[in-house]
């Protein structure tokens, strides 16, 4: 099946505290700008994240066609520049700015 990538082509988006879904149907189309639902982490190592916000909708091509190491329901900080993604049950996204006791999670400074 070679038309099937279960990996996401990602484009990365600057966070500014909109949170909007930005998935795109096309690589090269636009996206697609609903209120995100969950924010989608497609892979995750100690220093790097590759993360997503997504509709209800996307999440339902995503849970279809994409493979996905965790996932949460979007709030207020998962868009916020400053914020990092807490590995925890259940996960979700922290402000880390002047917090280096957050362990093995990824920042999203340089
Ligand atoms: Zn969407
Ligand atoms: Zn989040």
């Not at 484009?11 to 924010?39: M, S, V, Y």
């Not at 807490?86 to 362990?103: F, H, I, K, N, Y």
Request: with cysteine; charged share 20%.
């Amino acid at each position: 099946m070679p038309d099937l990538d279960p990996f996401p082509q990602l484009t990365a988006i600057p966070k500014t505290g909109a949170l909007t879904c930005g998935h795109r149907f096309t690589p090269n189309g636009d996206p697609c700008g609903w209120p995100a639902a969950w924010h989608v982490a497609w892979q995750m190592t100690a220093t790097k994240a590759d993360l997503s916000l997504v509709c209800d909708a996307c999440m339902q091509a995503v849970q279809r066609c994409l493979v996905y190491v965790d996932r949460h329901p979007a709030r207020l900080e998962c868009g916020k520049p400053g914020t990092g993604w807490l590995t925890q049950e259940p996960s979700r996204c922290v402000w880390v700015e002047d917090d280096a006791s957050c362990g093995p999670n990824w920042k999203d400074r340089p």
